[in-house]
């Protein structure tokens, strides 16, 4: 079992940036996909990034492409840099991560995913 812990979440003005990190702990953080989701009040939460066991693939929804960036250093940390900020990507963001075998495996479905943070709060101000 793994377990995650987000931070790095708060208020930003519309272009601002903010990043956000998730620490693993409790097994091989290499072992794990690891993916990003976000969850607006009334919504349904919604993937935002995954990145691969190996780091270099990555995968992004077409909401945040060219303004979120996914990577995960050596140790065990996954990080998501979110820059230009727009109002609605106000939401709780939470990581996620999945035990798999394959190190290109990129997981875009909730359901897919085992393990998951606490969350933390983003929010973008007009």
């Known amino acids: 079992q793994v377990h995650l812990v987000e931070s790095g979440g708060g208020l930003v003005q519309t272009g601002g940036s903010l990043r956000l990190s998730c620490a693993a702990s409790g097994r091989t953080f290499s072992n794990y996909a690891m993916g990003w989701f976000r969850q607006a009040p009334g919504k349904e939460r919604d993937f935002v990034a995954a990145?691969?066991?190996?780091?270099?693939?990555r995968y992004y929804a077409d909401s945040v492409k060219g303004r979120f960036t996914i990577s995960r250093d050596n140790a065990n940390t996954v990080y998501l840099q979110m820059n230009s900020l727009k109002p609605e990507d106000t939401a709780a963001y939470y990581c996620?991560?999945?035990?798999?075998?394959?190190?290109?495996?990129?997981?875009?479905?909730?359901?897919?995913?085992?393990?998951w943070g606490q969350g933390t709060q983003v929010t973008v101000s007009s």
């Open positions: 990145a691969g066991r190996s780091g270099t693939t």
């Open positions: 996620a991560a999945k035990p798999i075998l394959n190190i290109w495996y990129l997981g875009t479905a909730r359901g897919k995913y085992d393990y």
